[in-house]
């Protein structure tokens, strides 16, 4: 089993729909949970931090789910610019700050 | 906030040639950095922690001996691909943890913009 997986996509939707992603995780010690974004061919971007009580930051939530290992990003009114690959990431429990990134769920919004 | 830089962006070199790649952090200090590489259509794996003045870890299935990695700064890390072969061609991206306020935790991980290395 992958340490992080997510869903295969691609996602292929209207300008202005709402798209959710899923990730679960597989190390219940995880600590840190993000999402990040990433554009082709170029390096990873945060997009943000998950937290236990989950946190929006404008059109995008983000939801942590402990006793299920999941993790969720929702992305709502979609706008064109926000295609890109979507990479679900834990963070390991030590004090090493590992990363370990899903595969990503690339997203295209069409218009 | 914080900026990570690499260089070279891009690069090209024939099989069997070293290169170096340079990762730095411009504003602030990084005690440790981390080395990853992406495939095509594939995500980011995890190479090796660049420890400021000590010996890098590598994880399992990645030669130490292939991938040279160098911390002699606090602002400074680099990987040497050495006797590079068509299959080490791959996008290598490092990145550094700095210190943040206001986050629970209080740290963000920063990553460079990349190098895009093809070996001919």
């Known amino acids: 089993r992958k340490e992080v997986e997510q869903d295969p996509g691609p996602f292929n939707v209207p300008e202005g729909a709402t798209v959710a992603f899923n990730c679960t995780y597989s190390?219940?010690?995880?600590?840190?949970f993000f999402w990040y974004r990433q554009d082709c061919r170029k390096e990873p971007k945060l997009l943000m931090s998950?937290?236990?009580s989950g946190n929006e930051d404008g059109r995008f939530t983000a939801q942590l789910n402990r006793a299920s290992q999941y993790i969720s990003l929702l992305i709502r009114d979609s706008k064109l610019s926000d295609s890109a690959t979507y990479l679900c990431?834990?963070?390991?429990?030590?004090?090493?700050?590992?990363?370990?990134f899903g595969s990503g769920t690339q997203l295209t919004v069409l218009p | 906030g914080a900026v990570v830089s690499q260089h070279p962006s891009r690069v090209i070199c024939k099989s069997g040639t070293s290169v170096k790649i340079e990762c730095r952090s411009l504003?602030?200090?990084?005690?440790?950095m981390f080395w990853y590489r992406q495939f095509p259509k594939q995500s980011l794996m995890l190479m090796a922690t660049s420890n400021e003045g000590s010996k890098a870890t590598y994880e399992q299935g990645v030669e130490k001996d292939k991938f040279l990695i160098n911390h002699a700064s606090l602002t400074l890390s680099t990987l040497t691909v050495t006797s590079a072969h068509p299959e080490d061609s791959s996008f290598y991206i490092c990145?550094?943890?700095?210190?943040?306020?206001?986050?629970?935790?209080?740290?963000?991980?920063?990553f460079g913009p990349g190098t895009r290395l093809t070996v001919t």
């Open positions: 998950v937290y236990s």
């Open positions: 990145s550094a943890f700095s210190l943040t306020s206001g986050y629970v935790l209080g740290y963000e991980q920063y």
């Open positions: 990431v834990v963070m390991a429990p030590s004090s090493a700050r590992q990363l370990t």
């Open positions: 190390n219940s010690a995880s600590q840190s």
């Open positions: 504003d602030f200090q990084a005690t440790t």
